[in-house]
């Protein structure tokens, strides 16, 4: 009896991805995919908007909300941008080693973002203002849990998108993984931009 085919990874790695000419369909999917993350993002922040003053006689934001510790975690991820758009110049050299660097150092601001994230979200609870505290407190841990866990998610393919360039080279499809990823990145800078004036902001005027 003939023995079966021993198979490895690059027999199921497209490198050229020949399917989608110079990879409009990829571009064109990957934006769809962010204009259903509008939308969810757009619920969220409608929910927010509509049960924010409900605090069912609990904390305020004014009485909850570190403001100066809010703003750095904002400088975090606006810095973790910056530095994408970095390894992004890079890619276009040609550079391997400096798009990887890049990328690395935007993990690190990313990791710094959901750290101190969740030591708000600890704080929070440990006061007593969790999310079963007021229809507030539960709009406030919806939208902005979903924001980082879309920023976990994105470090998780960010190192993936390290690993790839290392064994892969900048070949034409990593360069594609690496503007979808630049996108929704930028994405989610632009909607933390809205929860921090939203929410954190406004919140400090009630």
Known sequence: MSQPAAYTIDDFHLAEEPHHPEGSSTMLGF??????????????FATY????????????????FDLPLVA???????????????AMLAMVDGKK?????????????GLAFLGIELY???????????PWTSAFLSSFFTLVGTHGLHVTFGIVW???????V?????????RRRLMCL???????DVIWIGVFTFVYLMGMLR
């Open 31 to 44: 934006w769809i995919y962010l204009m259903s993350d509008c939308l969810i993002f757009a619920m969220l």
């Open 49 to 64: 908007g509509v049960l924010g003053t409900s605090y069912a006689g609990g904390p305020t934001p004014r009485e909850l």
């Open 72 to 86: 750095v975690n904002t400088a975090m991820l606006l810095f973790s941008s910056i530095t994408y758009g970095f």
């Open 97 to 109: 080693g400096a798009t990887q660097a890049w990328l690395l150092v935007t993990a690190v601001f």
């Open 120 to 130: 708000e979200f600890n704080h929070l609870i440990h006061e007593g203002a969790g």
């Open 158 to 164: 960010l190192v993936t998108l390290v690993v790839q």
């Open 166 to 174: 290392q064994k892969r080279g900048l070949i034409p499809a990593n």
């Open 182 to 188: 630049s996108l929704f990145w930028h994405f989610l």
